[in-house]
Structure formats: C-alpha cells, structure tokens
C-alpha cells in the first residue's frame, strides 16, 4: 500500500460544478498538507497548505484534513475550463518533503 | 523573481551513455530538491540541498545518480550508464527554509532513453 492514495481518475464535470478531490494517507507523522496543481508538460504549482486539521478556504478552492481518519479533501466551486489539470495531494512531516500521491485528473468541459 | 529554470527542456539518449541535467533555483531560496515524476504518478523524491550541503537522499536514488550544488545556487543531476528504466521527468524545485517551506517547481526535464 502507498503511503498516499488518490483515484486517477480522470474526473469529468461541466462548467460551474462543484468538485471534491480526495485522498487518502497512512503515515502518523504528517502534520502540513498541500495540494499542487499540475498542467500538462508543467511543473506542479502549490495551489493550498494547511497546518493539521480543519479547513481552509482561498477564493474558489477550500481545503479540507481530516487527521483522525487520515482523509484529505479540495473543493472546487464553480468550476472553470481553467480548472482542467492534475491535481495532488501532498502531505509532509517534520522535514517539510511532500510525498505525492499519483494525483487526479480533472476535466472541466464549457 | 524569474523562477525556477532548468536546462535542457528535453534530452534524448541512448542506453548507456551519461547525462546531466542542471537546476537553477529561485536566488533567495537555499533549498532545492530534486524529484522524478513518470507518466500517471506523482514527483518521487530524490534528493534535497540546503545550500551547498546535501542533505537527504532517497532510497530511490541508484549509484548511477550523483547531484550537486558546488557553490549553494545551481545544482545538477547526473545518471552515469542510463537505462531504459530511467525515462522519466526530472523535476527541480526550491525553497525558503523559513514560512512553510513551499516549494516552487521548475517546468523538468524530460529524458528519454532509447
């Protein structure tokens, strides 16, 4: 079993839709979690951190860990052909290096 | 603030000859990592620099593979003997070492070997 877990997808949905984006981990010693955002032939880009668990929201996109069950969650509202890419989670512990789950592809049609 | 660059974009190679890739980082930042990303998965960590010292390594990371970042701003990857196996994207990133450490990515490199 990896360490992190995300369904590839890829995940269709049409424009203004909300999305979920989930995934889950098995190592204790998490405590930051982010989620990068990767375009095609792209670099990954850190779309949202956050320390522990709760929520935290930025603009259209709301993170969401849940620590007790080892659960990560983004919300996407209204959703935007911009949105298409391949989204990963990415916790970390104490030494600040992300173990990156395989990512989800999300496609968002007009 | 140019970002991160990295040199060349692509490498085409056969098996068995050697490459090196090289990683500009951000100027302010001290840490830059290195990761391998294959096509359907997430970046693999490689290894990190803080400054000039390099200071984790991955199990991931064969004998063939030697990084180094001689005066703590540049750094380069080098596979000795490449393999097939070895096809991948390369990808660079750095960082501060204060705030939440984000790091910023390099758009990779990708190799393929023949």
């Known amino acids: 079993q990896k360490e992190v877990e995300q369904d590839p997808g890829p995940l269709s949905v049409p424009e203004g839709a909300i999305v979920s984006l989930n995934c889950t981990y098995s190592?204790?010693?998490?405590?930051?979690f982010m989620w990068y955002r990767q375009y095609s032939r792209k670099g990954p880009e850190l779309l949202m951190y956050?320390?522990?668990?709760g929520n935290k929201e930025d603009g259209r996109f709301t993170a969401q860990v849940d620590k007790s069950s080892k659960y990560i969650s983004l919300f996407i509202r209204d959703s935007q052909p911009s949105d298409s890419a391949t989204y990963l989670c990415?916790?970390?512990?104490?030494?600040?290096?992300?173990?990156f789950g395989r990512g989800t592809s999300l496609i968002v049609h007009p | 603030d140019t970002g991160v660059s990295q040199d060349p974009r692509h490498k085409i190679t056969k098996r068995g000859q050697n490459v090196t890739f090289r990683c500009d980082p951000i100027?302010?930042?001290?840490?830059l990592y290195w990761y391998r990303q294959t096509l359907g998965q997430g970046p693999e960590f490689l290894t990190y620099?803080?400054?000039?010292?390099?200071?984790?390594k991955s199990r991931l990371l064969s004998d063939r593979f030697s990084a180094e970042r001689p005066k703590g701003s540049f750094s380069t990857l080098e596979i000795q003997r490449t393999e097939q196996g070895d096809s991948a994207m390369y990808l660079c990133?750095?960082?501060?070492?204060?705030?939440?450490?984000?790091?910023?990515f390099g758009p990779g490199t990708r190799l393929t070997v023949l």
């Open positions: 990133a750095s960082s501060r070492t204060s705030g939440n450490n984000e790091q910023f």
């Open positions: 190592n204790s010693a998490f405590q930051y």
């Open positions: 956050t320390y522990s668990s």
């Open positions: 990415a916790p970390s512990g104490g030494s600040y290096i992300p173990t």
């Open positions: 100027s302010e930042h001290n840490r």
């Open positions: 620099f803080q400054n000039e010292a390099q200071l984790e």
